[in-house]
């Protein structure tokens, strides 16, 4: 079992930057941020794995930038120009297997949330 623990919410105006950090107790293959905004599907946000491509979603390319510490099992999502849509709760999720990609079922292990607000 794998905990994830996300931290780096908060509220922003439209134009600012947030990172979010992604805590995992052991090493996996893929992790990625999703997000959910009230009354929506749950959506892959982006997504790092071994074997596959990093993915974005098509609403938050040249925005946002996923990386992970491998050494220290920390992923972050660096969030820049953030607009009123892209609030959301953003969830952690990793798996241990490979070839995830933005497809939410594959990912077995997933945080609690962070909410991220943005206002205009």
């Known amino acids: 079992q794998v905990q994830l623990v996300e931290s780096g919410g908060g509220s922003v105006q439209a134009g600012g930057s947030l990172r979010l950090s992604c805590a995992a107790s052991?090493?996996?293959?893929?992790a990625g941020w999703f997000r959910q905004a009230p009354g929506k599907e749950r959506e892959g946000v982006a997504t790092i794995d071994s074997i596959l491509p990093t993915t974005y979603a098509d609403s938050v390319k040249g925005r946002f930038t996923i990386s992970r510490d491998n050494a220290k099992n920390i992923l972050y999502l660096q969030m820049n120009n953030l607009q009123p849509e892209d609030t959301a709760m953003y969830y952690c999720?990793?798996?241990?297997?490979?070839?995830?990609?933005?497809?939410?079922?594959?990912?077995?292990?997933w945080g609690q949330g962070t909410q991220v607000t943005v206002s205009s």
């Open positions: 999720a990793a798996s241990s297997t490979l070839g995830c990609g933005p497809v939410a079922g594959r990912f077995r292990y």
């Open positions: 052991a090493a996996t293959y893929c």
